[in-house]
């Protein structure tokens, strides 16, 4: 494993020595490619081990053939599947297409681009299609056989398949490759075409590292670059080699959803992280730290979700179609592209992020007209794909749109059929169909009816180009990363590197650099004196509502803390729980916890105690939409539109600030009666969508009532607060005298009780930075646009300090170092690329 910077290309070596070094590189390529005439293809091999022979192959612990190349790319194949080798030039390469001729896209000599390039010509319109497929699991992962599921999919030319889930052991994971890549070697009638497994951010089987809001909180970069080259390491040898993600939404929109998997809301802030976090990932490195580019380690990303989802009007998020909407009334479309074109210029030897996701969203401007004037979904826009990121950037990467763009999120789309829906977003210049593809060969069927729609219009050369250059986008990252050449997984590597304590013991190092102290008055918290004895303090229980939609979990009650964790460093008084729970029967009839089954502690006991310690959540939404993905509407198929709250206590949206008219609406067909009195007449009108007079609903009320009822018993109150979103402070801040803030949720795991502990007992200083505003009260939640960064009015507590960006305190004070003063100026506006 590595243990060197990511970020730190060559800095170790002198200048002479340098070049030195990059000299003997290009020499020894230069001399591998002297023979590589890209016209000279294909060739008529030399016989199998004639002549002066630089590569051996030797069969491994796992059961198929390593070939080793002298200074060149290790192959990997299976003698049983009948794929053979070819030898050119003394060297060994793969017949891929089984000619037994060397074709260009198989001399590993040539760079992946071109190779990619050269084997489109191999592959038919309808295996084409099959590459577009991005289903979410094929097949029944095991360590033993390939069912007809998965081989039926790799038959039609299915190549990018979701990795195995967490619960999955590495055997069977390296297992489960072998086999699939034998059989897609075992195929005579297709080229071979290594299978690449993608995989959204997981947890359980990796090292544990902060959300990206979390990392954002360091504001150091190095940090998201170690990120990234440790964890590509562990996804490589599970065989994951497709990240769906970096997510660098601008989450400018502070009642979003999506907030805590963005690097925050500051443009230069989001570009730094992001940057840094897929240049981590797409680069191997040496055992120095030294990027080599493309290599054994390296994973592509999916930079998401362009071109930035943050700016959703109120707050609505569009997995739902209350959600469609992105806005932009302060004109900041532009601003919202910045950590995207930041990852088309990456500092390492990968030079640009290789692929990208689409949104869902609509865009309109702050006039109410569409960005682009287009009124649809981004998958479809041909103006944010073809004319802004593929021309205006000039960035050929490969898109895959986010998962259900065909018929559940197809915005302004719907009165197209399925297949006119899937022509017109590879015309808008998207590659593959996100979650598409479960249903095997009807879903080929479906998309070769497409195709033909395509042939018709805009033409049969015209529709074979757009096919030839979105399959050669995919192409590039089966090559780029290797695969092509060696596609099979070590058991043993499988079973050892992922979620190795080394790593896990970086990741938790970033997490106590994410923690942000807001408050701490009279230094509650404060350097540890050595040989001093345990503080003795009163944890609370905490009640958790029931949730329902995506990651449902039913009603709870545990302790703030964790006890065990908290004894290391305190003396401990909790609550008790009745034995007999008196809440709501869950699905098997037994009884779950209320609020009152809670035994708080006494008096007395919280009395004795040097202070408390509460562990909460910032305001959490119960919208029916908010909490999932179901699409759950109150009245058919109308939303009941409902504002999304910051703060604990009941809110109603009717400030002077609320909107009474959305800028954002379906256009709906209603019937007027004509001016003149004869008939009527069909228009479009724009559905208002505002929330003027509406309550929010707030799951987690409770959590203020526990942290106000713990003031009112103990000396002093520490609070402890998971941050999803920005929340309202002036409902709690003013009544206890230490507040700690760790950034999570929603996709994202919260911190460890560890962390948060280690800097309250004073073992740790605190050095995070709010990567989000925290605003004053709901008013100016309501009167910010969506779409600009950093426009509100932020909260002053009753030290005298704003919570603003880049604001946080360590032992000594208010933190002034050279993160705050680079990343503590006005932010960036984005303008159009040049």
């Keep these: 494993m590595n243990g060197g910077n990511p970020m730190n290309s060559f800095k170790d070596i002198s200048s002479s020595v340098r070049t030195l070094f990059i000299l003997v590189l290009v020499a020894g390529v230069a001399a591998l490619f002297n023979s590589c005439n890209t016209k000279d293809y294909p060739r008529k091999p030399d016989r199998l081990g004639s002549g002066k022979v630089r590569w051996a192959e030797t069969l491994t612990p796992d059961g198929w053939a390593m070939v080793t190349n002298e200074g060149g790319a290790t192959l990997g194949y299976s003698k049983s599947s009948g794929l053979q080798l070819l030898q050119s030039d003394g060297y060994a ?68 398949l979701r990795a195995a889930g967490s619960n999955t052991s590495g055997r069977v994971k390296a297992s489960w490759n072998n086999m699939v890549q034998e059989y897609i070697e075992s195929l005579e009638n297709i080229v071979c075409i290594p299978a690449v497994w993608i995989a959204d951010p997981r947890s359980g089987d990796v090292s544990e590292w902060p959300s990206n809001l979390a990392m954002a909180a360091t504001f150091d970069p190095e940090t998201g670059a170690e990120y990234g080259q440790l964890m590509s390491e562990e996804w490589r040898a599970m065989g994951i080699s497709m990240q769906v993600a970096t997510q660098m939404d601008l989450a400018t929109e502070p009642r979003w959803k999506r907030i805590s998997g963005t690097f925050g809301e500051d443009p230069a802030l989001s570009m730094d992280m992001a940057r840094a976090v897929i240049n981590g990932w797409q680069s191997t490195y040496d055992e120095d730290g030294n990027d080599l580019g493309w290599g054994e380690h390296s994973v592509n990303n999916q930079m998401k979700h362009w071109p930035g989802d943050g700016a959703a009007e109120g707050g609505r998020e569009s997995h739902t179609r209350d959600g469609a909407y992105n806005v932009f009334p302060g004109g900041q479309f532009w601003t919202h592209t910045l950590p995207f074109a ?368 713990t003031v009112s018993a103990a000396k002093k109150v520490i609070v402890a607060l998971d941050v999803s979103n920005p929340m309202v402070f002036r409902e709690l801040e003013r009544e206890v005298d230490a507040i700690l803030v760790g950034f999570g949720g929603d996709r994202s795991a919260f911190l460890p009780d560890k962390a948060f502990l280690e800097i309250i007992a004073g073992q740790v200083e605190p050095s995070g930075l709010l990567p989000l505003q925290m605003p004053a009260n709901m008013e100016t939640v309501e009167a910010q646009f969506e779409d600009v960064p950093r426009d509100m009015e932020c909260h002053t507590d009753s030290d005298g300090n704003t919570y603003d960006f880049a604001f946080g305190l360590n032992w000594s004070g208010v933190i002034i170092d050279n993160r705050t003063a680079k990343y503590g100026v006005p932010p960036i506006i984005g303008e159009p690329p040049k």
């Design 93 to 160: 390469f793969k017949d891929l297409n089984r000619n037994n001729m060397l074709d260009l896209f198989e001399d590993w000599r040539v760079d992946s681009d071109t190779r990619a390039a050269a084997m489109v010509d191999e592959i038919p319109v309808e295996q084409m299609m099959g590459m577009k497929m991005n289903p979410f699991g094929m097949g029944s992962v095991n360590a033993d056989a390939l069912d007809n599921t998965i081989k039926s999919a790799l038959d039609l030319g299915y190549r990018q």
């Design 342 to 709: 930041a990852c088309m210029d990456l500092p390492g030897r990968t030079k640009k992020v290789t692929a990208a996701m689409t949104n869902f969203s609509v865009g309109i401007e702050a006039d109410g007209s569409p960005v682009g004037g287009e009124r649809v979904a981004s998958s479809y826009s041909k103006y944010k794909i073809n004319t802004v990121l593929r021309g205006m950037y000039g960035w050929d990467g490969y898109i895959l749109t986010d998962f259900g763009i065909i018929t559940g999120k197809n915005f302004g789309m719907e009165d197209l059929t399925p297949a006119e829906c899937m022509l017109a977003i590879l015309e808008a210049g998207c590659d593959a169909y996100g979650g598409e593809g479960r249903n095997g060969r009807e879903s080929v069927d479906l998309a070769m009816e497409a195709y033909e729609l395509g042939v018709k219009k805009p033409g049969e050369e015209a529709m074979n180009e757009i096919m030839r250059h979105s399959t050669e986008r995919i192409l590039r990252t089966h090559f780029n990363i290797g695969i092509v050449d060696n596609p099979y997984l070590s058991i043993e590597k499988a079973e050892t590197v992922p979620n190795n304590a080394e790593h896990n013991a970086r990741g938790y190092q970033a997490m106590l650099r994410s923690i942000v102290m807001l408050k701490n008055s009279g230094g509650i918290i404060r350097r540890a004196s050595a040989g001093a004895e345990k503080p003795t303090v009163y944890i609370p229980m905490v009640y958790s509502p029931a949730t329902s939609g995506r990651g449902a979990r039913p009603a709870s009650a545990n302790p703030a803390f964790n006890l065990k964790a908290a004894g290391e460093y305190f003396n401990v008084v909790t609550d008790a729980l009745a034995t007999k729970l008196t809440g709501p029967a869950d699905e098997k009839g037994n009884r779950t916890v209320s609020p009152k089954d809670i035994i708080r502690a006494s008096a007395a006991q919280i009395a004795r105690c040097d202070f408390a310690l509460v562990r909460i959540t910032s305001p959490q939404n119960g919208n029916p939409t908010y909490m999932g993905f179901g699409g759950i509407t109150t009245d058919g198929n109308k939303y009941t539109y409902l504002p999304i709250s910051l703060q604990y206590r009941t809110y109603t949206a009717n400030s002077e600030f609320v909107r009474l008219e959305s800028l954002g609406g379906d256009m709906i067909e209603v019937t007027e009666t004509s001016p003149d009195g004869y008939g009527d007449l069909k228009t479009l009108k724009k559905e208002n969508r505002s929330y003027f007079g509406k309550t929010a609903i707030i799951r987690n009320e409770s959590d203020l009532d526990l942290v106000l009822n």
